[in-house]
């Protein structure tokens, strides 16, 4: 298996652009979550979603973070428009059955630069 | 709500000598821990989870971990590290019941010298 896969790698943007970071998970892997990574922060969970259904977005800095799991096979994160606080990395991590203690697969994740 | 603490925010070592990564939990159940390596441009892989049963956790690579409930505190040591260890080590908790909801520490970055 490929693993988890995340488009693209490094993305630079400019203040107020939208921006769409893309996520695809392990075939077979029930449960998806989005994290951001940062220094100040560490490692915070935004969004998880279970049977592609947002399960717990309180994680979720703003309105300007939107999520979706159109299928299993897909989700994306959306920032509009984006800010130079919101730079970081963000991972993408799926699971089989984390309420069993399955461990998370994580992606190798999207730095995420805004100017 | 439950927290991590990762005391130490690096720790280098010479190639061969032993390390220990502390780190100290709270919550008010039961909880879950676990250890994640983190490698250069790459995302978190398991390296070992504590679940119940025997304190005394092994994971990948040679390394173990042991729970202390009293101490709230799940430490994470090798005996002889390698260049190839250098990493970033995090340690995260999950309480009973929301298992999905793992909480991460900051972080402690493994350097290994020659």
């Known amino acids: 298996d490929a693993g988890v896969i995340q488009s693209p790698r490094h993305e630079v943007t400019e203040m107020g652009q939208e921006v769409t970071l893309r996520c695809k998970p392990i075939?077979?892997?029930?449960?998806l979550f989005w994290y951001r990574q940062t220094m100040m922060r560490g490692l915070e969970l935004l969004i998880y979603?279970?049977?592609?259904?947002?399960?717990?977005d309180s994680g979720m800095p703003e309105d300007r973070f939107s999520a979706k799991m159109p299928n299993a096979s897909f989700s994306t994160l959306k920032i509009q428009p984006s800010e130079p606080r919101d730079s970081a990395v963000y991972f993408c991590?799926?699971?089989?059955?984390?309420?069993?203690?399955?461990?998370?697969?994580f992606g190798s994740g999207t730095q995420l630069s805004v100017l | 709500a439950q927290s991590v603490t990762q005391l130490d925010s690096q720790v280098p070592v010479f190639e061969e000598a032993p390390v220990e990564l502390r780190c100290n939990y709270s919550?008010?159940?039961?909880?879950?821990l676990f250890w994640y390596v983190q490698y250069p441009n790459q995302g978190l892989q398991l390296l070992l989870k504590?679940?119940?049963?025997?304190?005394l956790v092994k994971g990948i690579n040679g390394f173990e971990a042991e729970f202390n409930k009293s101490q709230t505190s799940f430490h994470l040591r090798k005996p002889s590290v390698h260049i190839s260890d250098t990493a970033e080590y995090f340690c995260a908790v999950s309480e009973g019941g929301s298992n999905y909801k793992l909480t991460f520490g900051k972080g402690t970055l493994l350097t290994v010298n020659p």
């Open positions: 504590y679940l119940s049963g025997s304190t």
């Open positions: 991590a799926s699971s089989l059955r984390p309420m069993e203690d399955e461990k998370l697969f």
């Open positions: 979603f279970n049977n592609n259904v947002p399960i717990d």
């Open positions: 075939s077979g892997h029930n449960s």
């Open positions: 919550s008010s159940v039961s909880v879950y």
